[in-house]
């Protein structure tokens, strides 16, 4: 049995969760059985996410639908579930699918302009014709503004399919294009009993940068008006309230309609009767027909109305940071509808249109039509860098890893999360923020670290421990790094439509500000697995904010950091001014690994998309040689010999294969992750080789390499964790610890000792403390006490070794200094001794070390 806990509010209209299990602890097939905290039966849905080797459960997830939340919850395998009182239902017929949730039923058609052809709540048809629109230019908005055609299409669904069926949650997937480009998926999650519906709309970028601009994107919907104009509502949120307006308003007028009139439709509740004075001069009041709350920045929105088009818009007094929340409808019902991380994610726009009609219009924008245009070329002309030659001259004064083309968008995508839900009357203000609240923070339910940590998934890491001084020091410097890149990602704004989620790779401390302007300092794309590092301090701690910035994270670097379309499809960018300008296009960046703990932990669908984009990893290797220009031989991609190397390159094939073995049962991922690994076994050098040689249609490395290569990032982008969980599941692959092992224990070994072993003493030795956690799993995995002695003394600081450079390990106190003055827009707090790579290398060497030999640092 599991016990379950909120990771921070409850969630009352459905929730989808993830719960790990040992290896052998739950059977193929089991079922499994939930109750409350007063040990009620609660309806649960579930399905298996992974397995074990043994074929035994390793992830399940989990759904219930919606109802009063319980403070905690009990999940018990073996047991049959309770059915739900009212469950979701899928039926088709005649290209129609019909979908209820027992509260409210959606239409949809199998193909057409649609998402949803209507939405009702009982006998009543709440919406109709729920779709997506697009604005596309062919030229950027000028500078000075000025009028600029625009092309207006909508979305058309090709292609649906039912992913779950219920009996308490129910997903349809709808994919098409934004008119003739700009293909979509979105995904409709339907639970028992729930009155809203969450979608999830993800795009990618096909267009050509210099010919297309995109001008507006959003998800519309009309909205049924039945109710008299004085008791129809409109609700809009702010940064804390709710703009509350009736499209035909009572309150202020010279004469008074009477207090329980004016309190009722402040509340928004039926009107009544009211005073004659006001009664018949009602068609002498203005009714208003079009709202828009439009949230430019991180920093403002502005607020407008107007009573018909042709007529001058009104302002209303405006706000910082809307919730990204609305209501359109009346006394009998409307559409709640929103955005989540609204102005997160700016520039972003809610819509109400025609609401003094009897069809009104509410429209989610994704990207404001008053915005500029959305403006992907390139940021600079090449300055003349045509050859191999000139870029790496390049890379040597701005670390930018340029190339002609290369700066490419074609084929990043972006998701956004929406929701649409049928009321039956206008809500409340309490309820209208609890509905806001629930869409910016979904409820999530998970299993305590100490449960997770019993399960063994995720390879090396450990409670927080504060035993000991110094155990403590590394714990609140582990706090202390997290809360800054909080801290930095609001006086920064790292928020926007390509931006949120992200982080900068290193500080300008001249400027006091990141190197957001600079060549490949800029923004960070997975540079030294931050993703990690971020998700392991989620598993120790269980912290819900923890958690919400490695979720943004995923988010963003699996979407718009990566490649889903065109030639590069399958790889990532490494970091530069913009998230897909670099040259190098590598599977490091893609990497399955950052992406399995949201997967597993949340069962989201769409993370399960981006890793099964990776379900044959290796032919990316196909497309671009990521040494092509520092190469000394003649070596071009040969599907019979790809050269693939065994540290970041072999560490992304291995997350991805394991990932689609332990997900899908893939034989053939199976086949290559074990083969691969008795290769790296076999190899006279083993990891020590750098580099081997792939043939694609066998899967198998030549083993007849023998040399020795070593790179700094060989082990900084997932491959110690990758290799930790492969060792632990105990796959009987002969010689792949050893040759680990050996890696680990040479990295940061003394010349000499290199050269005994290795035949050579091994150069390009660098990131001194990131590798400390290699020398400490292999003193861990032999019981080697003076080798552990030797992994912290990296860890914490070696004086006399010139290539411990991370400048964490040499700032005494960790603390932040106030700037003020001229030199900064405004006053903030900095660090200026922490870069992106710091923070990643302190972080994973941190939490790696304390599970692995922390008893040798208490001793210390």
């Not at 068609?283 to 208003?288: N, T």
């Not at 609001?490 to 401390?509: A, S």
């Not at 703990?597 to 984009?613: P, Q, S």
């Amino acid at each position: 049995m599991t016990a379950l806990r909120w990771l921070d509010r409850p969630g009352e209209q459905g929730v989808t969760w993830g719960v790990p299990w040992p290896r052998g602890a739950v059977e193929p097939g089991a079922p499994f059985a939930l109750t409350d905290a007063d040990g009620r039966e609660v309806p649960v849905q579930s399905w298996v996410t992974a397995t074990w080797p043994d074929g035994s459960i390793k992830w399940s997830a989990h759904a219930i639908g919606a109802g009063p939340a319980s403070q905690d919850y009990r999940l018990e395998p073996g047991r049959e579930p309770a059915a739900p009182a009212t469950p979701v239902t899928v039926t088709r017929e005649g290209g129609v699918l019909t979908v209820g949730t027992g509260v409210v039923t959606w239409t949809i058609e199998e193909a057409g302009g649609t998402l949803a052809r209507s939405i009702s709540r009982g006998s009543r048809e709440i919406a109709k014709v729920v779709r997506l629109v697009s604005l596309r230019q062919s030229e950027p908005t000028p500078d000075e503004g000025g009028p600029v055609a625009r092309e207006q299409a909508t979305g058309v669904v090709e292609r649906v399919t039912v992913e779950q069926d219920g009996p308490v949650r129910a997903v349809v997937r709808l994919e098409g294009r934004h008119g003739d480009w700009l293909p979509f998926t979105v995904r409709l999650y339907f639970y028992a009993g729930a009155e809203d519906v969450r979608i999830m709309h993800t795009f990618v970028w096909d267009g050509d940068p210099e010919r297309h601009f995109l001008a507006g994107l959003g998800l519309r919907a009309d909205v049924v008006m039945h109710d008299e104009l004085h008791d129809r509502h409109i609700r809009l949120a702010g940064a804390e309230g709710f703009l509350t307006e009736a499209v035909r308003g009572l309150t202020g007028l010279r004469r008074d309609p009477g207090e329980s009139v004016r309190h009722a439709q402040v509340a928004g509740r039926p009107c009544g009767e009211m005073d004659p004075e006001v009664a018949n001069r009602l068609h002498l009041i203005p009714a208003w027909n079009d709202y828009t709350l439009d949230q430019s920045s991180a920093d403002g929105f502005t607020l407008r109305k107007r009573t018909a088009e042709g007529h001058a818009w009104v302002t209303i007094p405006a706000g910082t940071r809307s919730a990204g929340y609305g209501y359109l409808g009346g006394v009998s019902g409307g559409l709640g509808f929103g955005l989540r991380d609204f102005w997160r994610l700016h520039p972003t726009r809610l819509d109400v249109r025609n609401a003094a009609t009897g069809l009104a219009t509410a429209t989610v924008w994704l990207w404001s039509p008053s915005a500029p245009a959305m403006d992907l070329r390139f940021y600079h002309d090449g300055m003349g860098q045509d050859t191999f030659a000139e870029q790496l001259e390049g890379l040597e004064i701005t670390y930018e890893d340029y190339e002609p083309g290369f700066g490419d968008p074609y084929g990043i995508a972006r998701t956004h999360e929406l929701t649409l839900r049928a009321l039956d009357a206008t809500p409340p203000s309490e309820d209208l923020a609890a509905y806001a609240a629930a869409m910016n923070q979904p409820g999530l339910l998970a299993a305590s670290p100490e449960r997770i940590k019993q399960a063994g998934v995720f390879g090396v890491w450990e409670l927080p421990d504060r035993s000991t001084p110094a155990h403590a020091e590394i714990e609140d410097r582990l706090d202390f790094l997290f809360d800054l890149y909080v801290l930095e990602r609001e006086q920064r704004r790292w928020y926007g439509f390509w931006d949120y989620g992200d982080v900068m790779h290193t500080y300008d401390d001249d400027r006091h500000t990141w190197r957001y302007d600079i060549g490949g300092y800029a923004w960070d794309n997975s540079e030294l697995s931050p993703d990690l590092w971020l998700w392991l301090q989620f598993l120790r701690t269980g912290r819900s904010d923890v958690f919400r910035f490695a979720e943004a994270m995923t988010r963003h670097t699996g979407e718009v950091d990566v490649y889903h379309l065109g030639r590069w499809k399958g790889l990532g960018s490494r970091h530069n001014v913009q998230h897909w300008g670099c040259s190098c296009k590598q599977l490091r960046i893609s990497n399955a690994a950052y992406r399995r703990f949201h997967y597993y932990l949340t069962a989201d669908e769409r993370t399960g998309d981006l890793m099964d984009e990776l379900s044959v990893p290796e032919e990316t290797f196909t497309v671009i040689d990521p040494l092509r220009k520092v190469r000394q031989d003649v070596y071009t991609p040969d599907p019979a010999a790809l050269s693939v190397g065994l540290g970041t390159d072999w560490g992304s094939l291995a997350a991805a294969w394991l990932t689609r073995w332990e997900r899908h049962g893939d034989e053939r991922a199976r086949d290559r992750l074990l083969g691969t690994m008795a290769d790296i076994g076999a190899l006279p050098q083993g990891f020590l080789t750098g580099e081997a040689r792939l043939n694609l249609e066998t899967g198998r490395f030549d083993t007849s390499t023998d040399r020795i290569s070593v790179s700094h990032l060989s082990s900084l982008f997932g491959l110690p964790e990758i290799c930790a969980e492969l060792i632990a599941l105990r796959l009987d692959v002969p010689g792949f610890e050893r040759a680990w092992l050996d890696y680990c224990r040479l990295y940061l070994a003394t010349p000499e000792q290199q050269e005994a072993e290795a035949g050579q003493r091994l150069s390009g030795i660098s990131l001194i403390q990131a590798h400390s956690r290699l020398t400490a799993y292999a003193a861990a995995r032999i019981g080697d006490a003076e080798l552990a002695a030797w992994a912290w003394r990296k860890f914490a600081l070696d004086e006399g070794d010139q290539l411990n450079k991370n400048r964490l390990q040499r700032q005494g106190k960790w603390e932040l200094m106030l700037v003020d003055g001229p030199e900064v827009l405004s006053p903030l707090r900095e660090a200026p001794f922490v870069s992106t790579n710091d923070a990643a290398q302190y972080g994973l060497a941190a939490i790696h070390n304390l599970a692995l030999i922390g008893e040798h640092l208490a001793e210390r």
